[in-house]
């Protein structure tokens, strides 16, 4: 092996050391991550919007009088599950279609705890088994989501950190033309915390 050789293999292990330091993997991976994240958070929205059908049947069942509330419910999760709200990993740097899903979110959700928090009001409703057991999957999902929506801001975190940072920020910037991503805010105080549901009767 002549000098050259050695000269020109130890230039490429330098070049391929500096690239990966410039952000050449580390920028995609964390990208890649809080992808993952947001399909998560979208995941757990989804499965709340799952439930609505087998609530509408419980309360249409045995609460007419909330035919009004339910209503709003079925509305509020029309319009949050529809196609047009719906982001992928190209819209996490747009705050704007952020804040378009967040809201229609926030609205299916107050809607949601406006029906819980009125039937609570009907002991003939909530001791029924149905609608316990409603009342249960729709608190684990509130949990579900809180946590979708916490380890999604982490991944964003870390991204925009990544981005930003020597020296990824060399390649974020020259190679992959990097932008910021969106975290996901709570519009109204407290909303990213599961609604605490009283099971007890009056």
């Known amino acids: 092996m002549n000098f050259k050789t050695v000269r020109n293999a130890a230039l490429a292990l330098v070049a391929s050391i500096g690239l990966a330091a410039c952000g050449i993997n580390s920028v995609p ?16 929205f989804q499965e ?6 087998n609530l509408e049947q ?17 509305s509020a999760r029309a ?4 196609p047009e709200i719906r982001l992928d990993g190209e819209d ?3 705050p704007e279609k952020m804040a378009q899903y967040q809201e229609a979110q926030n609205t299916f959700g107050g809607a949601l705890s406006r029906l819980m928090a009125n039937v609570e009001a009907y002991p003939e409703l909530k001791s029924q ?17 809180r946590v979708a929506i916490r380890d999604y801001n982490e991944a964003v975190r870390d991204y925009n950190t ?11 910037n020259l190679i992959h033309g990097a932008e910021p991503m969106v975290p ?14 009283d099971m007890t009767s009056n």
Do not use: C, H
Request: net charge negative; glycine share 6%.
């Open 79 to 82: 319009s949050a599950t529809r």
């Open 48 to 53: 709340r919007a799952n439930l609505v059908p």
């Open 184 to 197: 996901y805010e709570a519009v109204s105080e407290g909303a990213e915390v599961a609604p605490q549901l």
């Open 29 to 44: 991976a964390a990208e890649e991550n809080a992808k993952a994240k947001w399909a998560d958070v979208e995941a757990a």
């Open 162 to 172: 990544t981005i930003r940072t020597f020296p990824d920020t060399i390649g974020a």
């Open 92 to 94: 996490l740097g747009d």
């Open 129 to 145: 088994d149905n609608f316990g057991r409603f009342m249960t999957q729709i608190e684990g999902q509130e949990n579900r989501i």
């Open 58 to 74: 419980i309360v249409m069942s045995s609460a007419e009088q909330e035919r009004q509330t339910l209503d709003a419910v079925i």
